[in-house]
């Protein structure tokens, strides 16, 4: 008697913890968004953190990507500041922007703006995911958040910064207030995944999308704590956990030691030296260019062929991009991707 479907036996799952699949699981970040019509069409006239937190509104905009590509798993609709803006900072998301911060973190003062979350915070993310988990049956729905550095960065810039240097500059200038604004994003952070898997996601990320501008010392002794910290309010739901960034060749050893199962790796490094600076101790997700989906056929095609042959010598494989999906891309073509890797990559 076999067992019926379920997402703990769903190929992403299975791919995570290093156990064996038939076909290599696929997904997306920002599988959900502007590069599909039918989003476009569900978000006239709502503001984006709005919508991040109207529960049929995030069930629906979850669901169309993995109705539309059959992807192996869905990602949870909301954004990294929406805990922040939970606790009652002024934060909005501005189309074509990203982030913007009214009143930026500067100050030890500024401490008090950022209080605890708590789960009475965002009890409409709990009901989001209780309806996802509902539609999707056995496809695992991914929770997120939005990792220490690349949250502080948005706060302490105000808004999307090239080279994070009010950031950098009050992590070496004012070092406790660093490790005391980082304690409190990590524990945000870290609820706000709780709160997820509580309510039934599968797996997590982690995307501490801009790390990559830090050196593996300054990752090491202002970051890695924090992540490890919000990773850890995870550990013992037992769900995988993807821990990803833009740019982090050099820190994927430290990234991996944060307390993931999973290393995020964007396309600037192959899977398999991924694999050598990781000792071949965890999973790998990645790495397509998103910007090759403009390509034509033949050599995307090729790329994703490389991808999941070397995918196979890690010890799991998560077929997804290096970054998100950019808005002008072809939907069609993103399905086409899904096919060809369940195609290459199935074992007969
Ligand atoms: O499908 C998915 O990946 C799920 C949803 C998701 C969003 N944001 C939706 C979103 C996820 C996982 C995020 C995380 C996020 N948000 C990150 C980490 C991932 C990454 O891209 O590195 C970051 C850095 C942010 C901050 C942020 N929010 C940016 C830079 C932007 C883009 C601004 C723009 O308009 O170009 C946002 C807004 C945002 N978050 C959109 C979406 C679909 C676009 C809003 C819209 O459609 O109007």
Same mark, same amino acid.
């Given at each position: ?67 539309r590509h059959g992807v192996d798993a869905a990602i949870f609709f909301s954004d990294i500041v929406v805990p922040v803006a939970a606790v ?60 220490p550095f690349t949250l502080a960065s948005y706060l302490v810039e105000g808004g999307p910064s090239r080279h994070h240097a009010r950031t ?71 769900? &995988?956990?993807?821990? +990803?960034?833009? /740019?982090? $060749?050099? =820190? ?7 307390? *993931?199962? %999973? @290393? ?50 890690? &010890?799991?494989?998560? +077929?997804?991009? /290096?970054? $998100?999906? =950019? ?7 993103? *399905?086409? %991707? @899904? ?10």
């Amino acid at each position: 008697m076999t067992a019926a479907p379920s997402a703990s036996s769903s190929l992403l799952l299975r791919a995570a913890r290093g156990e064996q699949v038939e076909q290599t699981p696929v997904w997306f970040m920002r599988q959900a968004g502007r590069s599909l019509p039918e989003y476009r069409a569900l978000r006239e006239g709502v503001p984006m953190l709005e919508a991040c937190r109207r529960p049929e509104l995030v069930a629906e905009i979850t669901m169309q990507p993995v109705r539309r590509h059959g992807v192996d798993a869905a990602i949870f609709f909301s954004d990294i500041v929406v805990p922040v803006a939970a606790v009652g900072v002024d934060i909005d998301l501005v189309a074509g922007i990203g982030p913007v911060v009214a009143d930026p973190f500067r100050t030890r003062a500024d401490l008090d703006r950022l209080p605890e979350l708590t789960p009475d915070d965002v009890p409409d993310i709990t009901e989001s995911v209780h309806l996802l988990v509902r539609e999707l049956g056995p496809t695992p729905l991914i929770g997120f958040a939005g990792g220490p550095f690349t949250l502080a960065s948005y706060l302490v810039e105000g808004g999307p910064s090239r080279h994070h240097a009010r950031t950098k500059a009050l992590m070496h200038g004012d070092p406790a207030l660093w490790h005391d604004l980082c304690h409190r994003l990590a524990q945000l952070a870290g609820t706000f995944l709780k709160v997820q898997v509580e309510a039934g996601a599968s797996a997590v990320q982690l995307f501490d999308s801009w790390a990559g501008a830090l050196s593996r010392a300054d990752y090491e002794r202002f970051v890695l704590p924090h992540s490890r910290a919000a990773l850890a309010a995870v550990e013992p739901l037992g769900v &995988p956990r993807i821990h +990803f960034g833009v /740019g982090t $060749g050099e =820190l994927l050893d430290l990234m991996g030691s944060a307390g *993931t199962e %999973v @290393v995020g790796v964007d396309y600037r490094v192959s899977l398999a030296d991924a694999v050598a600076r990781t000792g071949g101790q965890y999973a790998v997700q990645g790495n397509l260019d998103p910007a090759l989906l403009f390509a034509p056929w033949e050599p995307l095609a090729e790329r994703v062929r490389e991808i999941v042959a070397e995918g196979r010598k890690a &010890p799991g494989h998560v +077929f997804n991009l /290096g970054h $998100g999906v =950019l808005p002008e891309t072809d939907p069609d073509v993103i *399905t086409r %991707v @899904v096919e060809l890797v369940h195609e290459v990559s199935a074992r007969t």
